[in-house]
Antibody, heavy 122, light 111 residues
């Protein structure tokens, strides 16, 4: 059974750094792109970026380029999303998801993690 | 402003059929990229409902169906049930943005 298990909720102050994780199991981790999706309170879904665990090829949404860093440790089947300096506007639920499809243009988010709630407040 | 446009809300009575539209442009749906649909129940992660325009993952009831034409796509739900009352999102790929885009989401209310 494919599973993506994310790290727990975080409460941070503005300016602090943060790294959240997403551990995959039940499939060959290096064979599928992993994506991150943001959902701000009461709002819709926003694609942030994706990473291919086999070679760490990473693509970012223009909206998030330079704002976050996506990385992976294939030895423990885990993808990461990190911030160097959080802002209150980063308060949101963050989901990781495994992509499926036959090429990038057909890809969809087939399996999702349970989400990590990040709260940033002074 | 989402790249893919969905109606904020739709409604229907139990047993009826409703459709949710997803309107894009020549750089996404109109370019031939697939459209996918997700259902998000309150407080939970989104769940894949339709992939590749019209295919259903195993376990998704055949009351849910998807279609695509030109620069738009639609999700149809027949035999509406109370448990269908939640949020739905479409998703595709956009060549101008070189990335994946979601619709703004549609809240379905079962009257």
């Amino acid at each position: 059974e494919v599973q993506l298990v994310q790290s727990g909720a975080e409460v941070k102050k503005p300016g602090e750094s943060l790294k959240i994780s997403c551990k995959g199991s039940g499939y060959i981790f290096t064979n599928y792109w992993i994506g991150w999706v943001r959902q701000m309170p009461g709002k819709g879904l926003e694609w942030m970026g994706i990473i291919y665990p086999a070679d760490s090829d990473t693509r970012y949404s223009p909206s998030f380029e330079g704002q976050v860093t996506i990385s992976v440790d294939e030895s423990i089947s885990t993808a990461y999303l990190q911030w160097s300096s959080l802002m209150a506007s980063d308060t949101a639920m963050y989901y990781c998801a495994r992509l499926s499809g036959y090429d990038l243009g057909s890809y969809y988010f087939g399996y999702w993690g349970q989400g990590t709630l990040v709260s940033v407040s002074s | 402003q989402s790249v893919l446009t969905q109606p904020p809300s739709v409604s229907g009575a139990p047993g009826q059929r409703v459709t949710i539209s997803c309107t894009g442009s020549s750089s996404n749906i109109g370019a031939g990229f697939d459209v996918h649909w997700y259902q998000q129940l309150p407080g939970t992660a989104p769940k894949l409902l339709i992939f590749g325009n019209s295919s259903r993952p195993s376990g998704v009831p055949d009351r849910f169906s998807g279609s695509k034409s030109g620069t738009s796509a639609s999700l149809a739900i027949t035999g509406l049930q109370a448990e269908d009352e939640t949020d739905y999102y479409c998703q595709s790929y956009d060549s101008s943005l070189s990335g994946w885009v979601f619709g703004g989401g549609t809240k379905l209310t079962v009257l």
